[in-house]
């Protein structure tokens, strides 16, 4: 099982970026699949989630309405549109799947597999 993540950079207050995760040993199709974030210092966060049947999408409060949330189960991946990105958005971003056939969760040791993460700094 492999997920890589990319697309991680230094940005402006107010820029985007956009994340990807590239998923392979799995059935991807069948697993939720989540975005994470953890800060220096600070414990892992959930950020994004969208089901497998990409029929439903979920956020945190902090995100909602800046990031949106998107896969492609034909390219075993799941992208993270950022925009309006503030300096608290700085963390390491990383892609979890939780599976098969699962529903919302939040708690990171709730999911199977993770990726190594990517860097993610809002600053000026």
């Known amino acids: 099982v492999q997920l890589v993540e990319s697309g991680g950079g230094l940005v402006q207050p107010g820029g985007s970026l956009r994340l990807s995760c590239a998923a392979s040993g799995f059935t991807f199709s069948s697993y939720y699949m989540a975005w994470f974030r953890q800060a220096p210092g600070k414990e892992r966060e959930w950020v994004s989630a969208a089901s497998w049947n990409n029929v439903n999408t979920y956020y945190a409060d902090s995100v909602k309405g800046r990031f949106t949330i998107s896969r492609d189960n034909a390219k075993n991946s799941v992208y993270l549109q950022m925009n309006s990105l503030i300096p608290d958005d700085t963390a390491v971003y990383y892609c979890?799947?939780?599976?098969?056939?699962?529903?919302?969760?939040?708690?990171?040791?709730?999911?199977?597999?993770w990726g190594q993460g990517t860097q993610v700094t809002v600053s000026s």
């Open positions: 979890a799947a939780d599976g098969p056939f699962s529903t919302l969760k939040i708690r990171p040791e709730r999911y199977d597999y």
